[in-house]
């Protein structure tokens, strides 16, 4: 058996599993689970371009290494993640904050939870020897590398239970911040939204001033109930030398709704790949995700919808907006099974290309079984309409001012579907700080 040697003068990621016994929690099938787990890895190591799910996010030339795992925190870490999390904290929310994978309860407000929603921290259920079979929050019905390693290494998370009817007013806010150079954090979360509850969970990955070089490898696996309302916002805006490849895996219920909006404008190389099983008749889906680049940035967005049962819709949109040397990817399979009939399918990619060296790539893909159906998808990208550009620009508007407002309009179209006000401003803001920051 190889183990992965992604780099020349690298440790062998079996010697940071070595040095990271200590602070991995669990025993019996738990750490069973992860040899198995670090096994699978080690088969494979880092993924590369002769994957075809990874065929335009080569880690092996990206990554190149897996760095050794994030200590935890200490209380001057712990110091500059409040620093850093002042901006993102959204007031009335619920934090649940990380940092460099480990829960923090001095910096989260578990104390204070809303009622109806219960929160544990994994670490603390996979600890327990009465848990010994909780190894179950380590597995997932996909079989990636990437999810591979995190079961191996992953040291902490949140398992968050919302009640059955339960209607949270204010949004459940979960905070990545890394603290630690020049190592890697795995964490992985597990969220439960019951039959007929109501909740936003809003997602974050920023880093503490001063901290560069670091891997986020984050799981959240998401289940939500029939007649359940979920709408989750991810804002990913890592250092701009960091690696991030987030994994979330959703199940939906019967007649649910479930939307998710992913803004990727930091790191070096980022991926989020999204696995939605509709599992229940009549359940709605709507994905929007838009990836703001420049410089030598690379970001992929990977989804994979599977149309388990009857009558289910899903809607998926992506924008990318490039400029420099940035390379996006939109890689979206809608799965229809054999018994899924009056499926409603439909897929959308758009990106737009602000220099001659930015890169691309679309592939849309359909896997039909069934015969009745609604299915579709389309790739279009381009450059900025010279018309209109010179419209503006006749009208007095500066070139770069001219720019934005046609570059806000269209990431906008993605943006709109965001029902609370709140949060689409944020998400907006989020995209005139990367506008503001174009040279």
């Known amino acids: 058996m190889n183990v992965a040697l992604v780099k020349n003068d690298s440790a062998p990621v079996s010697s940071i599993l070595a040095a990271a016994q200590g602070r991995l929690p669990g025993a019996g099938k738990v750490a069973e ?34 760095l050794p795992l994030a200590g935890a925190p200490e209380t001057a870490a712990i110091a500059r993640a409040k620093a850093a999390i002042a901006v993102t904290a959204i007031e009335g929310a619920t934090k649940l904050v990380l940092v460099d994978g480990a829960v923090s309860t001095d910096l989260s407000d578990l104390s204070a939870l809303p009622s109806g929603v219960t929160v544990q921290t994994l670490r603390a259920v996979l600890g327990e020897q009465a848990n010994d079979a909780r190894g179950d929050l380590l597995l997932t019905k996909v079989s990636d590398p990437m999810l591979s390693l995190n079961a191996a290494l992953v040291t902490d998370g949140v398992v968050v239970t919302v009640a059955d009817g339960v209607q949270l007013s204010a949004p459940l806010q979960l905070i990545h911040v890394a603290t630690a150079s020049k190592a890697a954090r795995y964490s992985r979360s597990h969220v439960r939204i019951g039959h007929g509850a109501r909740a936003t969970l809003v997602e974050n990955a920023i880093a503490a001033d001063g901290t560069a070089s670091y891997q986020a490898n984050d799981v959240a696996v998401i289940w939500v109930g029939d007649e359940a309302v979920l709408s989750h916002v991810r804002l990913m805006r890592d250092a701009t030398d960091a690696v991030n490849v987030s994994s979330e895996l959703f199940t939906v219920g019967a007649k ?52 388990a049962v009857p009558g289910c819709t899903s809607r998926e949109h992506f924008r990318a907006v490039l400029d420099d040397r940035a390379h996006s990817v939109f890689q979206g399979r809608i799965i229809v099974r054999q018994d899924a009939q009056q499926t409603d399918g439909k897929m959308m990619t758009r990106a737009l290309l602000l220099s001659d060296e930015a890169e691309a790539d679309s592939k849309p893909e359909l896997e039909i079984f069934a ?45 709109e579907p965001i029902e609370d006000d709140g949060l689409r401003e944020r998400v907006m803001a989020v995209a005139q700080d990367w506008l503001e920051g174009r040279a």
């Open 256 to 307: 649910s709704k479930l939307s998710l909006f992913n803004m990727t404008s930091g790191g070096a190389v980022s991926r989020l790949q999204a696995f939605f099983t509709l599992a229940g008749e009549g359940s709605e889906l709507m994905v929007n995700g838009v990836n703001l680049l420049r410089d030598k940035q690379h970001g992929d967005m990977t989804l994979v919808v599977d149309h």
């Open 371 to 415: 015969d009745d159906v609604s299915c579709g998808h389309g790739a279009t990208s381009g450059a900025l309409d010279d018309g209109l550009l010179f419209y503006l620009q006749a009208r007095g508007l500066p070139e770069k001012q001219a720019q934005a407002l046609l570059i806000q309009a269209f990431v906008g179209e993605a943006i």
């Open 33 to 66: 689970i992860r040899r198995e787990a670090f096994a699978a890895f080690e088969r494979t190591g880092l993924p590369h371009r002769r994957i075809e799910e990874w065929k335009y996010t080569d880690l092996r030339a990206l990554m190149r290494e897996v």
